[in-house]
């Protein structure tokens, strides 16, 4: 019978693996934990500074205003509205309820917004408002809208701002972005550089 150890290897103890697993880790802490995020900051910082920063806009005095990634409410009914956000465009977190089309909280949601609707676009019927207006988003933080949600809006902003819907019209077109490479997406419209366009129009 065969009195040959059980040890792969000769001489190895505990406290050998232990501390062979330790400077593992140790080195691992350091690659991954220190140098690859400072290698990728460095990098992103280098190549594209304003996207590593958080792509911050700017008003025409040079303060930041916000972020063309996250969308803001605009509570004056003089400005472009967004999309509805189910978390009120808190930028700590996303996401939306997910309800169902018949949930009844949903539904409700949805004939509140249409009444607000009503109520803030009298000239504008109904049956021409974009679908886009009255859901929410899935991550509750979408910045742009659709330039049929923007145009449907200029008859209410017209009104209020004394400014001329042909001018309008053609800042709604100057901010209309295309699909990415010509293929992905849809056109979009990015509100919060909207409305500063528009700031910059009523203090002129």
């Known amino acids: ?20 697993a330790i400077r593992a880790s140790l080195v691992f802490i350091v690659l991954c934990g220190i140098l690859y ?12 500074p304003r996207n ?6 700017k008003d025409s005095s040079g303060n930041v205003v916000g972020s063309e990634l996250i969308g803001q409410k605009f509570a004056d009914p003089k400005y472009f509205q967004g999309r ?32 607000a609707w009503k109520h803030d676009n009298p000239d504008v019927p109904v049956s021409k408002l974009p679908i886009a207006l009255i859901t929410n988003s ?22 209020l701002t004394g400014l001329a819907a042909d001018e309008l019209e053609k800042l709604v077109d100057k901010h209309t972005e295309g699909r990415d490479l010509g293929l992905f997406g ?9 409305n500063l366009d528009l700031q910059t129009l009523l203090k002129s």
Not at 1 to 20: D, E, H, Q
Not at 101 to 110: A, E, F, G, I, T
Request: proline share 8%; net charge neutral; glycine share 8%.
């Open 1 to 20: 019978m065969s009195n040959r150890t059980t040890a792969s290897y000769p001489g190895a103890t505990g406290v050998s693996y232990l501390a062979v």
């Open 37 to 48: 995020p400072f290698a990728t900051t460095g990098i992103a910082q280098l190549i594209m």
């Open 52 to 57: 590593a920063n958080g792509s911050l806009v």
């Open 84 to 115: 509805v956000s189910s978390i009120d465009y808190h930028a700590a977190g996303s996401g939306s309820n997910n309800y169902a089309p018949s949930n009844p909280d949903m539904l409700q949601r949805v004939k509140d917004s249409i009444e």
């Open 138 to 159: 899935g991550s509750g933080l979408d910045p742009h809208i659709t330039p049929a949600s923007a145009e449907v809006q200029i008859p209410r902003i017209s009104k």
């Open 186 to 194: 849809e056109p979009r419209i990015n509100v919060l550089k909207l």
